[in-house]
């Protein structure tokens, strides 16, 4: 398909602009003129329309397909929760900076109190911050609110402890704030090495990030020893929220002696993905963190208004442009509101019972790393279809032909040949066993003909492509 | 509400497959000890009554007329915007990690990204940052990777709030932030060219500054790469429309937000960041990049690429720790700029200041108030007022008027100031009554 600058016709108009109802302003001076317009495409308001909406026929997505990428949480995202959202589309973020604005925008800045506290009591964590724009966006300012907890403490402090299973994000999060990385492996049951760990842990370590269920989908039942490691050194416990779907209502990370939380919105609750973005990152802390929170805050003034402070002197700052992710969070708070606490209950049952459906339906076919009833996602490994040739991705081909966007594949980095399969709560059985035959498929044709998953995909407007090419030539912008 | 489909007959079915009776020994490799002490949250409601309860918070929103600006602008957003970003297969995807078949995200993020370089005049552009703030950050991150400096100089007539992100991202990191204080409106160029020392990595400037000035950088960007650091550029995307490219005046990195570009204010979010460079420091971007490539055949297709400098490759040692951005505020963006066209972003860019030169001529003639700005400004501009600007804004904000942002929090010794915003939204009626009431309230 043509590129919209391909389609791009001179002297073609799209948008009509009001006429001006005053005077034309006086030239710029010429030095500051821009001489050439900016190339951008002149087009119709139709060559528009035609064109992106070829474009989005060229996407699998969660309302046309089954999408269980592992780790990502692609549930179904409620409908209304767009209502919800539209409804607080034309405040202007600066309305409650001006003297006495906060009156004006009471309806927004208490959806973000109202969304706090929900995910507050969700984590059991003592406050929450909703700034974060995403998960690594939180999980940065949870490892920054771990930095000014140690320094306020003056605890010389240099690394932070993840497991080899960990998301990319928790190293690079950390990296980010300045500290070291420790890896430490996973045992030969899944979860991080415990003597491994013990022998890791020193007084300079500042913090270890954790995924409870963690990317194989297993929860840690030692999970209190570690934070009792942990805190032994004063080292904070950070947990990354992406798995949270498994345990709403069945575990609180603030009870097990998480000190530091970041929730992915998109993820648990349900907001859309967007095709990699917006998401949002909300951080939550045990209260002994608070002071270091980003600013500002919101907060309840004692006539019972909903209002901003700047945030103390110890606040590690501000990590947004203003308050975060606010029309994500309207989703996520509808969404919180809509199924109530007997709904979030069912999100986590139902999400586990799925997974360990996929698990139990597939485990004769595909080898499964670590044999344990599995949370929200299963881990397999495609290393007995490598025997003939056959990888992952081949299998994750296979299975774009079939109408399915493919399970997460090569991560963890733990497991050779990972395929992660997340189903979600919202799938159901008719949609799984559809997808388990198209697995079974792809097990049957690696042994009798691999070429067949080798050709893989062949119904898209485009086969695979060569990646070399793209990174080697770095055609980024066109013309 | 439930979205979960499993009738309990099927779940019998399925528990009988797994080889347990009841959903709650799936979940027993949870200890005991470990279960949630507390759960306490309202119960479920239906679509009906959640759309009740959330008409009545947002009623408690008061409608303003907007004068303020600050990095978040209030602009027509065309509707063909809403429709096809609403599209579903955009909406609910997620990270084209699978090329074939994301195909449509990927081509639209690599039409986005030659928009965003035509329009900075840069080579290369990534899929999207944040925010512009966290865009001003990253680029400091940047500039110091490239560099293997560690001081940074700021110039204070930056958009304060991205000068707060700057900070909170260095203040963990061995770095130098060097802010250098404004004179009324502008950036001090002997204070700047004083503080360019051989050990800075960048020079970080915005344009049009807070205070609304227009400033040619070419003299700035000279002066950087005489000592071997680069210009960071923060600019306002609708401005291009008529203000010379960073390109041209020799940026070497341009961030900026993207709400302005078919992004609804939102309450602050979410917008997009966006960030451009040379193709030479393409390795050193943070952040997902989109490139052309064939297939086998070789159709001409799209893949995320130069993925070895991101988290899920390098993990520690990735260019950043991003991983979602805002591909759908981006894809807004791109959509908004083909929408309004070449021809149609010279005209906006126009009609802005057009109607922001009529607002400065008339409130700049009210006796006793005095625009700040030396020379020219794009669609805001900062006024001095013969008395405390919060306390005049806040007189205005009771007639329903946004009237301005004041400084005194912000500058030092600018109480009686505020920064005015008009954008072609703002009818000559919607001015006129600003400027009566402004002089009503001095």
Request: net charge negative.
């Amino acid at each position: 398909m043509n590129l919209i600058f391909e389609k791009s016709v001179p002297g073609r108009r799209g948008l009509k602009l009001p006429v001006a109802d005053v005077p034309r302003a006086a030239a710029l001076p010429e030095n500051l003129v821009r001489t050439e317009p900016a190339q951008l495409p002149e087009v119709s308001e139709l060559d528009l329309v035609r064109h992106f909406t070829g474009l989005s026929r060229r996407n699998f997505s969660v309302d046309g397909n089954f999408y269980p990428l592992g780790s990502c949480t692609m549930k179904y995202n409620a409908k209304v929760t767009e209502n919800a959202a539209a409804l607080f589309a034309d405040v202007h973020p600066m309305t409650p900076l001006l003297p006495e604005g906060e009156t004006s925008a009471q309806g927004a800045l208490c959806l973000i109190l109202g969304l706090s506290r929900l995910l507050a009591e969700i984590t059991g964590m003592d406050e929450v911050s909703c700034q974060p724009l995403a998960g690594a966006h939180g999980e940065m300012t949870g490892i920054m609110l771990i930095a000014a907890y140690h320094r306020a403490k003056r605890n010389k402090k240099k690394y932070v402890i993840v497991p080899d299973s960990s998301h990319g994000t928790n190293p690079a999060s950390a990296a980010m704030v300045g500290y070291e990385i420790i890896t430490i492996p996973s045992a030969p049951y899944g979860d991080m090495d415990l003597d491994a760990f013990r022998a890791a842990m020193n007084g300079e370590v500042a913090a270890v990030m954790l995924t409870c269920p963690n990317t194989l989908g297993l929860f840690n039942p030692h999970i209190r020893e570690i934070c009792d490691i942990a805190h032994e050194h004063d080292a904070l416990m950070y947990y990354d929220g992406a798995n949270l779907n498994a345990i709403l209502g069945k575990v609180r990370p603030g009870d097990v002696g998480f000190d530091v939380i970041h929730v992915n919105l998109h993820k648990t609750f349900g907001t859309p993905h967007g095709g990699g973005g917006p998401g949002s990152g909300p951080v939550g802390v045990k209260r002994e963190l608070i002071p270091f929170l980003p600013g500002p805050r919101i907060i309840k003034h004692a006539d019972g208004r909903c209002g901003l402070e700047k945030g103390t002197s110890e606040s590690i700052g501000r990590v947004a442009n203003f308050y975060g992710n606010f029309g994500v969070m309207a989703r996520a708070y509808a969404y919180i509101i809509l199924l109530g606490r007997e709904g979030l209950i069912e999100v986590s049952e139902q999400a586990v019972l799925n997974a360990n459906y996929m698990l139990a339906r597939l485990r004769e076919h595909f080898d499964l790393p670590f044999d344990r009833t599995c949370m929200h996602e299963c881990v397999f490994s495609a290393s007995r279809q490598l025997k003939h040739g056959v990888h992952a991705i081949d299998i994750a081909k296979y299975l774009i032909d079939r109408g399915y966007h493919p399970p997460t594949v090569y991560f963890p980095l733990n497991v050779k040949e990972a395929i992660m399969i997340e189903p979600t709560e919202t799938e159901s059985k008719e949609t799984m066993d559809a997808f388990i035959e198209a697995m079974i498929e792809a097990a049957n044709l690696a042994e009798k003909e691999p070429e067949r998953l080798h050709e893989a995909p062949r119904t898209m407007p485009v086969g695979r492509l060569d990646e070399t090419k793209a990174a080697r030539e770095q055609n980024v912008c066109f013309g | 509400m439930s979205y979960c489909p499993n009738t309990p007959e099927q779940i019998r079915e399925m528990l009988a497959v797994i080889g347990k009776t009841a959903v709650d020994e799936l979940f027993e490799p949870i200890p005991r000890g470990l279960r949630a002490k507390s759960f306490n949250l309202p119960a479920g409601v239906s679509e009906q009554e959640l759309l009740v309860q959330l008409q009545e918070m947002a009623a408690c929103n008061r409608h303003l007329i907007n004068f303020i600006g600050g990095g978040y602008y209030d602009h027509h957003i065309p509707a063909v915007v809403d429709h096809l970003t609403g599209r579903a297969e955009f909406y609910t995807a997620y990270t084209p990690y699978q090329p074939e078949c994301s195909q449509g995200t990927l081509q639209a993020l690599f039409e986005y990204q030659t928009a965003i370089c035509r329009l900075t005049g840069m080579e290369v552009s990534n899929a999207s940052l944040y925010d512009g703030g966290t865009a001003l950050a990253e680029a400091a991150m940047m500039a110091l990777r490239i560099t293997g400096r560690n001081r940074i100089v700021i110039d204070a007539s930056v958009n304060p709030f991205a000068r707060q992100i700057v900070t909170t991202y260095m203040k963990n990191l061995a770095v130098e932030l060097v802010e250098i204080p404004t004179s009324s409106g502008s950036a001090d160029r002997s204070a700047l060219t004083e503080a360019l020392t051989d050990d800075v990595a960048a020079v970080m400037v915005q344009n049009p500054n807070f205070f609304g000035s227009i400033e040619d950088l070419t003299a700035i960007a000279h002066a950087a790469h005489a000592k071997g650091a680069l210009l960071v550029t923060s600019v306002y995307p609708i401005s291009l429309g008529l203000i010379k490219s960073p390109g041209e005046m020799g940026a070497d990195i341009v961030v900026g937000d993207g709400q302005s570009l078919g992004n609804p204010l939102a309450f602050g979010g979410p917008s997009f960041g966006f960030i451009a460079t040379t193709k030479k420091y393409i390795r050193n971007l943070p952040g997902r990049i989109i490139g052309e490539t064939i297939d086998r055949e070789g159709r001409r297709g799209f893949v995320l690429t130069l993925q070895a400098r991101e988290q899920h490759i390098k993990r520690h040692k990735a260019t950043s720790n991003i991983c979602s951005n805002q591909s759908l505020c981006a894809l807004r963006g791109l959509i908004f700029l083909a929408a309004v066209g070449r021809e149609g972003l010279v005209e906006l860019a126009q009609l802005n200041r057009d109607k922001a030169e009529y607002a400065k001529d008339r409130l700049g003639s009210i006796k006793g108030v005095r625009v700040l700005n030396r020379g020219a400004t794009f669609n805001e501009f900062t006024l001095e007022l013969p008395r405390d600007a919060a306390e005049v804004v806040h007189t205005l904000l009771d007639k329903g008027l946004a009237a301005g942002m004041p400084l005194g929090e912000y500058y030092a010794g600018m109480a009686n100031c505020m920064v005015v915003t008009v954008t072609e939204r703002r009818s000559r009626g919607e001015i006129d009554a600003l400027a009566d009431a402004l002089e009503a309230a001095l």
